[in-house]
């Protein structure tokens, strides 16, 4: 769809046509330009997630980073006092009304599952909690701050967003023929996604990408020329890429954390490096203990061992590469 | 070697405070956490601490619930909850004569609630804190801290200064009211990314914990799996979550609060009475809500709920307890050999409203757990700072992006439902600190201004609405709440950008929102206090 810009531009006509295509039933009833810009916009917000990928410069050279699979970790925490909570009178459960007689069950509220746990899943027909509370206030579209922001959601996803008002994009624009928004994601000089956006969008997901991109920027790119508007650092994803030694610290409970500069240069801090052969030892030892890799552990009630060495049951490898959520850097 | 079991309970409600009406639906969710978790959980410590057992348990308060307790409004209105409760469940004594199974879980209630409110009033004197903060002193509870206002840190990393400022003024609240530092801190949701340690360590706490993929993810691999504790490079120890503790307590399958013996959460009289007989205990339209009475059990996968049996499920939480424990004693067992010469640690984190709230008898186990717990005979139950202590050398590595949520990552509070919050977090965090960089001596009107303004966007800031958003459970409040922080933000940066500042609409928000009496904004503007790696 056209960016906020061209909509503006656009007559009547053209606005209606767009509408016919992208709206559906009911864009008869936007009579003025301004209806039909503001429809067309709520429906280029709404679908802001899924942004289409432009044609890619540059594919990504590593590969996607794995994404976790989802289960069996559990769904976070109990639902607490603010999150799930009944409330409201919305209808179902009829009234017990005899005196002494026990609540009738025949129309209790449909849990779909059993138990505390899944209880979480308010039931559908009582659920929805309604507060006398007035309409929360309407918040600003956008600052025009002229910025692009890009976080790392998960590995391999980018979340990212931006604000620019439209002077900034026009001036950005000027001289450009067909122009298009473009996001571009670099790793280092080198292109690894480029994605068309539009300006009201506000913000999208971009995927499959490197875990050590490096910045983001917003482009105007025209059939001419291209141009930069803005850049975003992205800030380091997951973990450190510096590659680390094996090191044990010996630290005392008793000195502060603000001393321990000053105790680390005098040499008072005890760090060792212990050996190869003693990594290896422990971690065989430990991986065949442990319970990480196994809910149940190796100690559970279908006990597949108690006791020492990594056996059959355990995933994990005898010199314990412990299982990673996602790739290292090839520098590791 | 003895091992080392740590229970670490996360106390945490949002900060829920509506002074301009009597009667507020999610003001609920503090009166139901005192009564049902916070209180029990206050009388079965002291009765450990009486009995001199040598258990340690970790306990965070969140800011947030620190500030709600020390509020007078709300604890006078909890205390009007809980007489309505006792009215309530007199009438259903008299109400359930005929029957006598229903009257004798009546007369339970009866005898609960009366219980409740001779601990609220007259032993404690609407007083929480204090005896949290006796119980420290008693040697049984470790106390923590957590951010300000249960900010998500790894979304908020994009204004490093919003991170400094949920850190250090989460500190600084705990100081305030303990007196004391706390010795380690809650990350919200166990939410960490790389180089936050540094942040942490500026800010004093020595220790937090994080999910199990932090500190498998970390690097250099952990020795010892989750089962000792990582120095990042700034020193402050990463505890991980050890995963065979969070299943027996959450699966959906076996978890131990689906058994079919535990009271069910959601059969509850204030759904099922006479609407007349229930309309002064509901909500004031007369629309329903759940009062505390609940008169079923779990039963099993079916609609027909049989009622509940206090006793049966009292003797089902002890035997759970239990098993909980012999579990534990095989899993150390099978750690000892492997971690020859150093004790092995387990962690076992969880939020304090399980016990109690949404599993009514978990107060039950917790409390067997730590009796039977101290008696067994390969682990003790300690804190943190014990273990540091007693085995001061560990691994140094630095640590992994992680949470406890879904996925392991940021995606329950980053996604479609609530990922319209962020632009506007991030830019509220920007004008903040140029606020507080463009006033650096401020008349005392903006002064005020300036201070509200940032309590405003740290309530903005809370995890807690992100994550009711994407739940799905409660989103038009906590859209209303985001927009209506987000709201007052903007209007009071505008007032103190431009003038003239608003006198009567500060007054109205330092009333609702008055959390955080001692926040100076200039913590805002201060220079990042980050504390550089040294190990």
Known sequence: ?332 | MRGCLALVLHAHLPFVRHPDQPDFLEEDWLYEAILETYLPLLGMLERIAQDRLPVRLTLSISPTLLAMLEDELLMKRCGARIDRLCELAGKEVHRTVSDPQLNRLAHFYQHSFEHLRGEFEDHYRRDLIRPFAALRREGILELITSCATHGFLPLLRTVPSAVWAQLAIGVGHFEKVFGHSPSGIWLPECGYYPGLDGLIAAAGPRFFFVEADGILDASPAPLYDVHAPLYTPTGVAAFGRDPSCSQEVWSAISGFPADPLYRDFYRDLGWEAESDYIRPYVQPTGERKAVGIKYFRITGATDSKELYQPEAARERALSHAREFLDSRERQFSALEPAIEGRRPLVVAPYDAELFGHWWYEGPIFLEAVLRDGSRRSNFELQAPPDFLRENPENQVAELSLSSWGEGGYAGVWLNPANDWIYPHLHRCAELMVALATDFPRPDDLQRRALNQAARELLLAQASDWAFILKTGSMPEYAERRTREHIDSFLKLEQQCRKGPIDADFLFRTEHRDNLFPELDYKIYAAQLPEALPVL
């Open chain 1, 1 to 332: 769809m056209a960016n906020l810009l061209n909509l503006v531009k656009m007559t009547v006509s053209e606005l209606r046509e767009l509408a016919r295509k992208y709206l559906g039933r009911g864009h008869s009833r936007l009579k003025t330009k301004n209806e039909l810009i503001a429809a067309l916009k709520q429906k280029v917000s709404d679908s802001r997630a899924k942004a289409v990928p432009a044609k890619t410069k540059s594919p990504p050279k590593t590969k996607p980073m794995r994404k976790k699979e989802a289960a069996p970790r559990r769904s976070k925490r109990a639902p607490t006092a603010r999150a799930a909570r009944v409330s409201s009178g919305s209808p179902p459960v009829p009234d017990i009304g005899a005196l002494g007689a026990p609540p009738k069950a025949s129309t209790p509220p449909k849990v779909l599952n059993e138990g505390f746990f899944v209880g979480a899943q308010v039931p559908t027909a009582i659920a929805r909690p309604r507060s006398p509370i007035h309409l929360a206030p309407a918040l600003p579209e956008g600052y025009g701050s002229d910025e692009v922001v890009a976080i790392y959601r998960g590995p391999g996803t980018l979340f990212v967003f931006w604000d620019f008002g439209e002077e900034t994009i026009l001036a950005a624009a000027q001289g450009l023929v067909d122009w298009r928004l473009v996001l571009r994601v670099y790793r280092g000089a080198e292109i690894v996604r480029e994605v068309a956006v539009e300006l009201v969008q506000g913000r999208a997901y971009l995927e499959d990408l490197p875990n050590d991109s490096a910045r983001v920027e917003l482009h105007a790119v025209g059939t001419n020329a291209s141009r930069r508007i803005a850049g975003s650092n992205v800030p380091p994803s997951f973990q450190s890429d510096k590659p680390s030694l094996l090191r044990l610290a010996d630290l005392a409970w008793d000195t502060p954390l603000h001393a321990l500069p000053r105790t680390a240069k005098s040499g008072a801090v005890r760090v060792r490096e212990p050996t190869a052969e003693s990594v290896q030892a422990i971690r065989a030892r430990v991986a065949g203990a442990a319970g990480s890799s196994s809910p149940l552990g190796p100690w559970g009630e279908h006990g597949a061992q108690v006791g020492g060495v990594a056996g059959a049951a355990s995933p994990v490898a005898p010199w314990g590469a412990v299982r990673r959520r996602f790739a290292l850097p090839s520098s590791r």
